[in-house]
Nanobody, 120 residues
């Protein structure tokens, strides 16, 4: 499956963005759909994920209630709502499909990424 992210951009500190990830094929409820990010000079890190028939979500500790992952299985699209953005949230955000939750190695399909830049 091919994944295409969109929705990134430049936003002021405290602002919001909604990232979308459109899949070329069907997303099933048991698929793990995750979001990662990578800032310059830093390793790629887990942000959040969603999976299961109930759409259970998982988040990195640094999210602290600011971000939310959701999905629309009818549209084969996954979303990442970014609220209360901080300059340190600036990074390329990637969508991925896999089998695990927290580790990038558990994901086998990746999008090209979308840049999020938060100005102070």
């Amino acid at each position: 499956v091919q994944l295409v992210e969109s929705g990134g951009g430049l936003v002021q500190s405290g602002g919001t963005l909604r990232l979308s990830c459109a899949a070329s094929g069907r997303i099933f409820s048991d698929d793990v759909m995750g979001w990662f990010r990578q800032a310059p000079g830093k390793e790629r890190e887990f942000v959040g994920a969603i999976t299961g028939s109930q759409g259970r979500t998982y988040y990195a500790d640094f999210v602290k209630g600011r971000f939310a992952v959701s999905r629309d299985l009818n549209k084969n699209t996954v979303y990442l709502q970014l609220n209360s953005l901080k300059p340190e949230d600036s990074a390329v955000y990637y969508c991925a499909k896999g089998r695990g939750i927290y580790t990038s190695g558990d994901y086998d399909s990746w999008g090209q990424g979308t840049q999020v830049t938060v100005s102070s």
